[in-house]
């Protein structure tokens, strides 16, 4: 496998872009509708769950040692969420902006980013997020739009939350981390190995968290709880509700920079895939056009409502599978074969 | 290999416009509608301006149907082209209409994403027909005129800042009540002109308003005055008119009982009595205008509470602090219950450029 390294900068830009990519324009009214005034401290509460399993990964991921079976397991789950992610994203498009294009040219399109990233060098799939950096920026100012309109008593009252409350908002809020998993898939790879302190890694899920609960809290206090029961994209239709005198849909405007954001979340998941792929086979090419090919005709088969619903539900359990359990056992195993071999 | 890609990436980058582009001309703008009848027999009555649908002229089209959707598809069949509703800045619903479902009307403009969430929605005294008719006189106008309307009394405080999508919000949350503009065809000249506001009952309208200075009142009651919230009283024979410039609202509840002190700082435009800095005549000046004040809120209050509309969002506020008293899908029943008593003070801040 080639060698290439990346700094913790790119490493928690990666993860990122990775976790936020396409799942936070439909996470907040997932969770709200969940668990209503308390989605945004359950979302805390289990943000901080994961801060704790970034932690546990950073400190024990040299057991991390996936063996073939296990790097085609984490493969398919990735390749799955490309396929996922990309019905989801040519569903929104095809309803917020491009209705009569045919959705093969729309997954093509984002697909091609990917294939051309995927077969340059390390350095693009690793630094292409940075130019979602203004756009960060961008949404977060478009989203402070709505501040004057926002009802300040939808928030209360909080704090009493009963058991239903905590397992359908903890479940939904779960849809926000997939992909920490690659963390540790990343993170033998950081320059300095030694260096990545827990400061860092809080400081990290303390960006991403505010992230998310800076855009449940502008939903919750923006529409009325029966609202967002039937809009799925709250986000989105914030930003469409919002009157700008030089941008008539800010929500199109919006839906593009998503659309971006969405393409380098799908690019770096192939990029992961395609990562454990190389370490297993040294000709990648003739798979990785393969493979981007099977993940651009996929999608097409499940671009209906109810079927982008359904997938998005799965992923829910795939990550507990993946983003939790079985790195935990791997590093499981990893951590007793050491054992053994230091007793030998 | 890099420079095929880069082709094929141009290629379908350019390609992805096509399906989806929709040119000016081949589309006809509609800036206002309006609505009359009940679901199942609607009325609809369409704005078209001119340089449009190969005309100069405004003209109107008034189609029949069963629902918002079926009005719109037949006006589509009228025109040459296809009908643009991404630029509506007004619909007009007729009073009778009103009286019904309100959100059964504009549940199509929040389905689609084209639809504009900023059209600001306004209640017509009787048939809609004369306001869209009306358009013939508006010249360049016509795309604004409604919206532009509604513009400048939110701005004079007289009507609420709601638009569609604000609209949905308060007809989804039972905590709260709509308040709509509502106008009317000016007997004298049969310009379209403001009465004050609708009052709304949950989804339905309740035949009740408020006048224009009852609206203002609203606005003030509610903390959400616009640029200008300017009154006029007379005070023994003596004008006296002054713009609110601040405004603290402090509620106290004590059980069902809720006392809202209103503490205003104001600023004189108009007492040709004048002499403001003698501490007695401000005090007296001041008293006046809280009393009278006092009187006119308890008189809105009033309105309220006969037609049972929760325009101040007490619910809101209920379901936030107090659920003692807030109850869910009950709040209809328990809010003419409550005891509303504004209670304001004043405090004359500004006197101009005379004392």
Request: aromatic letters at 14%.
């Amino acid at each position: 496998m080639t060698k290439w390294t990346l700094s913790n900068k790119q490493l928690f830009l990666f993860l990122f872009i990775l976790q936020t990519g396409t799942v936070f324009i439909s996470v907040q009214s997932r969770v709200i509708k969940a668990a209503e005034q308390n989605s945004w401290l359950i979302f805390i509460a289990v943000s901080l769950f994961h801060l704790f399993i970034l932690h546990i990964f950073n400190k024990y991921y040299k057991y991390f040692q996936l063996n073939k079976f296990e790097k085609w397991l984490y493969q398919i789950y990735w390749y799955t969420i490309v396929v996922t992610f990309l019905a989801y994203i040519d569903f929104i498009l095809e309803v917020w902006a491009f209705p009569q294009t045919p959705a093969y040219i729309v997954i093509s399109l984002m697909v091609i980013v990917s294939l051309y990233a995927n077969l340059s060098k390390y350095a693009v799939a690793l630094n292409i997020s940075v130019i979602l950096i203004p756009f960060i920026v961008i949404f977060l100012a478009m989203l402070s739009l709505a501040t004057k309109d926002l009802i300040w008593t939808n928030l209360f009252p909080f704090g009493q939350i009963d058991s239903k409350q905590w397992i359908d908002g903890v479940g939904q809020t779960m849809y926000a981390f997939i992909g920490i998993e690659a963390f540790l898939i990343l993170r033998p790879f950081v320059e300095d190995k030694k260096e990545l302190k827990f400061r860092s890694i809080a400081l990290y899920q303390l960006i991403l968290t505010l992230f998310f609960v800076i855009t449940i809290l502008y939903v919750l206090l923006f529409f009325s709880l029966e609202e967002i029961k039937i809009i799925p994209v709250t986000i989105m239709y914030l930003l469409k509700s919002q009157e700008i005198t030089f941008l008539q849909r800010l929500d199109l405007f919006f839906t593009y920079i998503w659309m971006t954001w969405s393409v380098i979340s799908v690019v770096l998941f192939m990029f992961l895939g395609l990562s454990l792929y190389k370490t297993m086979y040294t000709r990648s090419i003739k798979f990785t056009v393969f493979i981007h090919f099977l993940v651009s005709i996929l999608p097409l088969f499940l671009i209906t409502r109810e079927l982008v619903k359904k997938s998005h539900d799965i992923l829910m359990y795939g990550h507990y599978f993946f983003g939790l359990l079985f790195p935990l056992f791997i590093m499981l195993k990893g951590w007793r074969k050491s054992l053994r071999e230091k007793k030998v | 290999m890099k420079k095929k890609f880069s082709i094929i990436l141009l290629v379908t980058v350019l390609l992805s416009g096509c399906w989806d582009e929709r040119l000016n001309k081949n589309i006809v703008s509609v800036p206002m509608v309006a609505f009359d009848g009940e679901v199942g027999h609607l009325k609809g009555y369409y704005g078209l301006p001119g340089k449009q649908r190969n005309t100069t002229e405004y003209s109107y089209i008034t189609v029949d149907g069963t629902s918002i959707e079926d009005l719109r598809q037949k006006v589509d069949l009228q025109v040459n082209e296809g009908i643009d509703l991404s630029k509506l800045s007004s619909i007009l619903i007729s009073d009778e209409l009103a009286e019904k479902e309100l959100y059964h009307l504009l549940d199509q403009y929040y389905r689609n994403a084209r639809n504009r969430l900023n059209t600001y929605l306004l209640v017509t005294e009787g048939d809609p027909e004369p306001f869209i008719k009306f358009g013939e006189k508006m010249g360049d106008d016509v795309n604004n005129y409604y919206s532009e309307l509604v513009q400048g009394f939110i701005h004079k405080s007289v009507f609420p800042n709601i638009d569609l999508q604000l609209a949905c919000s308060y007809l989804m949350d039972e905590a709260i009540d709509l308040t709509l503009p509502y106008v009317k065809i000016s007997s004298e000249n049969g310009v379209p002109e403001v009465v004050g506001l609708a009052l709304f009952d949950g989804q339905k309208f309740t035949g009740k308003t408020l006048n224009h200075v009852e609206s203002l009142l609203l606005q003030v009651m509610k903390d959400k005055i616009g640029k200008y919230a300017n009154v006029s009283y007379i005070d023994n024979e003596v004008p006296v008119s002054f713009r609110i410039n601040r405004i603290k609202r402090m509620m106290k509840w004590e059980g069902t009982t809720i006392t809202i002190d209103y503490r205003l700082k104001v600023g004189i435009m108009e007492y040709y009595e004048n002499h403001l800095l003698d501490e007695n005549r401000k005090k007296k000046l001041e008293k006046f205008i809280q009393e009278k004040m006092t009187s006119d809120m308890e008189k809105v209050v009033e309105i309220l509470h006969e037609s049972n509309t929760d325009a101040l969002g007490i619910g809101r506020i209920a379901r936030a602090f107090h659920p003692d008293v807030f109850k869910e899908k009950k709040w209809k029943e328990i809010y003419p219950t409550l005891t509303i008593i504004p209670k304001v003070q004043v405090e004359i801040t500004d006197t101009g450029v005379l004392d």
